[in-house]
């Protein structure tokens, strides 16, 4: 069973930077993995940020990106803001057709 | 403009079965996988099932299969999601999502609908 892993907390100060990261268990991410980041608040559907590692959806601010570091994928928030406060969530295909989300990341601005 | 609004969401007891819709418009059906995300309540997103865009292609996820059953009507542009044998953790709100390219796989999902809340309990 594949598992994807992301921080399950993150702190960033106003006008921080912070980059949030997704592994999995069985290897390298890379873009075969098709890296997929969300953002949800809470009683909300989630947001798409970026599919396909780096593709930003429409409307997503561009203090936003999103990468492969290293062995992960990786989202970045550049000069955070107080409403990027919310819980992150990536999604990997893992191959047959399977996908898995990671356990998500909620991030927190003080 | 695209729409996904899902319907079918209702209490049922442990053992039970229900039946989610997800009507969809904006964009040419056919030509997408679609995909159910489930959330459970206060937990992350979970991925379901994924159906391509001319049914051929199916995949569940392991706690779903056999159990669930992914189907669409393309010319109703719906999609359906058949929920058999059901206990309380398939308790959640369930969502309806395109990917964002159009083609025979998923690459991923880009739009979602407002989700429909699954509730299993006695």
């Known amino acids: 069973q594949t598992v994807v892993t992301q921080e399950p907390s993150f702190s960033v100060s106003p006008g921080g930077t912070v980059t949030l990261t997704c592994a999995l268990s069985s290897g390298s991410v890379s873009t075969e993995n098709y890296p997929t980041w969300y953002q949800q608040t809470p009683g909300q559907a989630p947001r798409t940020l970026f599919y396909?590692?780096?593709i930003r959806s429409s409307g997503v601010p561009y203090r936003f990106s999103g990468s492969i570091l290293g062995n992960k994928a990786a989202l970045t928030i550049t000069g955070a803001q107080a409403d990027d406060e919310s819980d992150y969530y990536c999604?990997?295909?893992?191959?047959?057709?399977?996908?898995?989300f990671g356990g998500g990341t909620k991030l927190t601005v003080l | 403009e695209v729409q996904l609004l899902e319907s079918g969401g209702a209490l049922v007891q442990p053992g039970g079965s229900l039946r989610l819709s997800c009507a969809a418009s904006g964009f040419i059906f056919s030509n997408y996988a679609m995909t159910w995300v489930r959330q459970a309540p206060g937990k992350g997103l979970e991925w379901v099932s994924v159906i391509s865009g001319n049914g051929d292609s199916i995949f569940y996820t392991e706690s779903v299969r056999g159990r669930f059953t992914i189907s669409r009507d393309n010319s109703e542009n719906t999609l359906y999601l058949q929920l058999n044998s059901l206990g309380a953790d398939d308790t959640a709100v369930y969502y309806c999502?395109?990917?964002?390219?159009?083609?025979?796989?998923?690459?991923?999902?880009?739009?979602w609908g407002q989700g429909t809340l699954v509730t299993v309990s006695s």
């Open positions: 396909n590692t780096n």
């Open positions: 999502t395109r990917d964002w390219q159009s083609g025979g796989s998923s690459y991923g999902s880009l739009y």
């Open positions: 999604l990997l295909y893992v191959g047959a057709g399977i996908w898995v």
